[in-house]
């Protein structure tokens, strides 16, 4: 898979909690996450940033990818429930790093 293959996954997953968020919240679980409102979404970012830091000291190395998954992925539910996305993210970081315009000189050294 291509770094550019991974950009679109974290758009994928986005696209998909977008879809959940106008659900039953009985159909799912991040359906129901959304109808307990941004609160219990909060608590959940919490609780696996603390499970996340409890494997990195574990130093058991799949388990602090699983963890971490856990809390991109509770991070991306967050997002979407305040109307931003991944997208948003990745320009920040793009500006951090001076990354800005790295598609166009991609396609110009190709
Ligand atoms: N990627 C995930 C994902 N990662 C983590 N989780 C859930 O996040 C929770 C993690 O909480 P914990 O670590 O506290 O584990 P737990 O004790 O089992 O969970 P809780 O009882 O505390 O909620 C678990 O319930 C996981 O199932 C996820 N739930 C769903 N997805 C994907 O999101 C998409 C939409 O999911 P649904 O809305 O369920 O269809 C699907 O593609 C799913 O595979």
Do not use: C, N
Not at 1 to 13: E, F, I, N, P, S
Not at 83 to 96: K, M, S, Y
């Amino acid at each position: 898979m291509t770094d550019h293959d991974r950009d679109a996954v974290l758009h994928a997953v986005h696209q998909v909690l977008q879809a959940r968020k106008g659900a039953d919240p009985s159909s799912s679980y991040v359906a129901g996450l959304y109808g307990k409102g941004l609160d219990t979404i909060l608590k959940k970012v919490g609780e696996e940033a603390t499970e996340t830091v409890i494997a990195a000291k574990g130093g058991d190395r799949d388990q602090v990818v699983y963890e971490t998954a856990d809390l991109w992925f509770h991070t991306l539910v967050m997002l979407a429930a305040l109307d931003l996305g991944p997208a948003d993210v990745l320009a920040e970081l793009e500006r951090r790093f001076g990354l800005s315009g790295l598609d166009e000189k991609a396609s110009r050294s190709s």
